[in-house]
């Protein structure tokens, strides 16, 4: 995993935070979501999930991405690698899905060649072929 010291508010918003281990449960998401609610605390609020709610690539947990500065009290944050949120959405498939990748992709978060190959590499082939369709008609 790779810490980052500062992040802009901008990258953190488009980081899905997954929870260490996944051991929340609904009642303390909501209170977590609660605290945070309309970016009083942080700027901003990220949505934790747990890995059953989406399509992961295999190795998802080896590219996490800590987030722990002084906008975040100490608090760490583990985050998808940007390589794997495009994945989890092109797999989900849906319109705004679609289009935060497009937005991946414009902003230059993630290179068509490096999302494919993990792609190819770490989901089942027809979900990879799928996924990789989608990409490379964006």
Not at 60 to 83: E, F, M, Q
Request: glycine fraction near 4%.
């Amino acid at each position: 995993m790779k810490t980052h010291q500062a992040i802009d508010s901008r990258s953190l918003a488009m980081a899905r935070a997954i929870v260490k281990k996944s051991i929340l449960s609904n009642k303390e998401r909501w209170q977590i979501y609660r605290k945070f609610q309309k970016h009083d605390t942080f700027g901003c609020y990220a949505h934790g999930l747990g890995p059953e709610t989406a399509v992961l690539p295999r190795h998802w947990k080896d590219r996490l991405v800590v987030i722990s500065n002084a906008n975040t009290r100490g608090v760490k944050g583990y985050c998808l690698h940007p390589v794997d949120v495009a994945a989890s959405k092109l797999a989900a498939g849906r319109e705004r899905d679609i289009e935060y990748v497009r937005v991946l992709k414009k902003k230059k978060l993630i290179q068509d060649e490096k999302t494919r190959s993990i792609v190819q590499r770490e989901l089942p082939a027809e979900v990879a072929q799928r996924i990789t369709t989608l990409l490379e008609s964006l």
